[in-house]
């Protein structure tokens, strides 16, 4: 048996008013997606409990099958172990943010612009990170270069309890209210308010600003947590599998489970990025013997941040047909000639509204199909409208991996 989850990240949506009152997910021609529903089964997952706050983190633990309630300490170390960072068994991890803000002198009267600054490039932060490692880096303190405006910060021996907020929920708002607070808060605050006054002089912002982007005037450092222990995917189901993500967070996930992470060119963690390729490579993934992958796009979330509607519409649609219709035609012509049978499933991690520009932890709509009939609960499209009329609604989200594995999820 094969295996495959596709994940579109935040997928579910409110219905939009310029949309005519209808979901992208609604609006975007996605016949795969609606066939999944139709000849398989659809229905609605509770993927995020409401004691969680409803993260990229939180949810696709739970979607790859893992109860957060009992195994997330935190979205940052996933990320430092995605990256290779060694993480001592006190040391906490935190993810830092290059984070366009304005330009007033005190920072605390500053405006969250964009949590990206422009989407900056891998390179360009790199440089913009080593120079913040010349400010703070002590034995106590060290910074990780990632990807874009992604970065770590290892805190060795440091705290994990002050309250930090994700710089993507509090866009075009003032930072007033939504600073670090509590033990340790003072030392990651001073780091924050040094940050935006050297960077903003910096070649690479100058640069960047001659380009009309967005400079990197400041990091936002929030997401701490301590390394998890997650139980390997092998040892519970007995099966071989890949994750192919352009994330940090969900590569650590992967890790962590006990997957093997694909490098796929051209990826970008946007809707500019290399959707065939994911395709290309998960289909070598079964070719070379795995037997599950778990494969994860990032662009749908990026444009619900971003409040841009026409490109989550496309963003869906890029994932129906560049990614799920390839493998799909794949996975059938391979059970054809070999007798080999296959399940595949799609569902968002949670949604990111338009309207809200951040995540909510409302039940997500998901489609399973599995060669050998054992999905049977049709859906006529695959929406979160048509899929709440569904039988099926998955109320602990973290269960729903290993329904879908033992074909069950119809509850039969």
Known sequence: MKYIIFLGDGMADLPVEALGHRTPL???????????????????????PDTLSPG?????????????????TGRSPLEAISMSIEMGPGDVAFRTNLVTLTDEEN?????????????????????????????????????????????CLIWKNGPTSMKLVPPHDILTQKVTSFLPTGEGADKLLAMMEQSAQFLPSHP??????????????????????????????SDQYGIKGSVISAVDLINGLGICAGLRVVEVPGVTGNIHTNFRGKAEHAIMEFERGQD???????????????????NKVKSIEL???????????????????????????VLPDHPTPLALRTHTNAPVPFAAYSSDGAFKRSVPAYDEITCQDSEVFVVEGHTLFGHFIAGTIDGD
């Open 26 to 48: 609604q609006v975007a021609q996605k016949p795969n997606m609606n066939r999944m529903a139709s000849i398989g089964t659809g229905g609605l997952v509770k993927t995020v």
């Open 56 to 72: 990229s983190d939180t949810a696709n633990m739970s979607v790859l099958g893992y109860n957060p309630e009992l195994y997330y």
């Open 107 to 151: 920072y605390r009267q500053k405006t969250m612009i964009d949590y990206s600054s422009d989407e900056i490039g891998s390179d360009e932060a790199a440089r913009l990170i080593e120079i913040i490692n010349e400010h703070f880096a002590t034995e106590e303190f060290q910074f990780y270069p990632g990807k874009s405006y992604r970065h």
């Open 204 to 233: 690479v912002n100058k640069a960047r600003i001659k380009r009309d982007l967005r400079p990197a005037n400041s990091i936002w450092i929030w997401g701490q947590g301590t390394r998890p222990e997650l139980p390997v995917l």
């Open 292 to 310: 599950y992958v778990y494969l994860h796009v990032e662009a749908p979330d990026e444009c619900g941040h971003r409040a841009e509607i026409d």
């Open 319 to 345: 994932i129906d047909q560049e990614i799920i219709g390839p493998v799909w035609e794949y996975l059938e012509k391979h059970y054809q000639q070999t007798g080999e049978d296959y399940r595949i499933m």
